[in-house]
Antibody, heavy 119, light 107 residues
Framework: QVQLQESGPGLVKPSGTLSLTCTVS?????????WSWVRQSPGKGLEWIGE???????NYNPSLKSRVTISIDKSKNQFSLKLTSVTAADTAVYYC????????????WGLGTLVTVSS | DIQLTQSPSSLSAFVGDRVTITCRAS??????LNWYQQKPGKGPKLLIY???SLQGGVPSRFSGSGSGTEFTLTISSLQPEDFATYFC?????????FGQGTKLEIK
């Protein structure tokens, strides 16, 4: 059974950079899947941030594209999220998920990690 | 972006009831519509993918139907563990988007 676990700081200062890592266990990150980040906040509900393939190809939400980078480390079976120039509006629970192909549906999710943007 | 509108936003029902939740898309998503269940403090759990395919391990009382712009999730006989929030999500075109959620509560 594939499991995903998010990790990273729970508090980030305004204008700083949010950095999270997702560790995948029970399966290879080099498998034929995309790997995605989704966030959830009371104000905006669930929001797709972006995704990465094991080749390094990425897709990002245009609303965040200028601030987001998703990368992959196959040697550690991990993928990561960086979000720059954060504001209070970026406070949310951040989830990583595996995206099954060919339907492009996220089938396994992490438990999520709360990131608060505050000074 | 494709907007997904769920109805109702909240719903109270008894154990054993049949419940239907609707998801309408602002433009066609063909059959690329997925349903999730979320409980407090947990990540979403996939129930239905491709509008009507039951994810492995999900009880058969859950079913999905629809195509194009209108979709439904039906729970045929509510069980106590089904009280949760349900979301639809389209995986037809990026940015993938979600409905606002339907909170299902015990009456």
């Amino acid at each position: 059974q594939v499991q995903l676990q998010e990790s990273g700081p729970g508090l980030v200062k305004p204008s700083g950079t949010l950095s999270l890592t997702c560790t995948v266990s029970g399966g290879s990150i080099s498998s034929i899947n995309w790997w995605s980040w989704v966030r959830q906040s009371p104000g905006k509900g669930l929001e797709w941030i972006g995704e990465i393939f094991h080749s390094g190809s990425t897709n990002y939400n245009p609303s965040l594209k200028s601030r987001v980078t998703i990368s992959i480390d196959k040697s550690k079976n991990q993928f990561s999220l960086k979000l720059t120039s954060v504001t209070a509006a970026d406070t949310a629970v951040y989830y990583c998920a595996r995206v099954a192909l060919p339907g492009y549906y996220p089938d396994y999710w992490g438990l999520g990690t709360l990131v608060t943007v505050s000074s | 972006d494709i907007q997904l509108t769920q109805s109702p936003s909240s719903l109270s029902a008894f154990v054993g009831d049949r419940v239907t939740i609707t998801c309408r898309a602002s433009q066609t998503v063909t059959s690329h519509l997925n349903w999730y269940q979320q409980k407090p403090g947990k990540g979403p759990k996939l129930l239905i993918y491709g509008a009507s395919s039951l994810q492995g391990g999900v009880p058969s009382r859950f079913s999905g139907s629809g195509s194009g712009t209108e979709f439904t999730l039906t729970i045929s006989s509510l069980q106590p563990e089904d009280f949760a929030t349900y979301f639809c999500q389209q995986s037809y075109i990026t940015p993938y988007t979600f409905g606002q959620g339907t909170k299902l509560e015990i009456k």
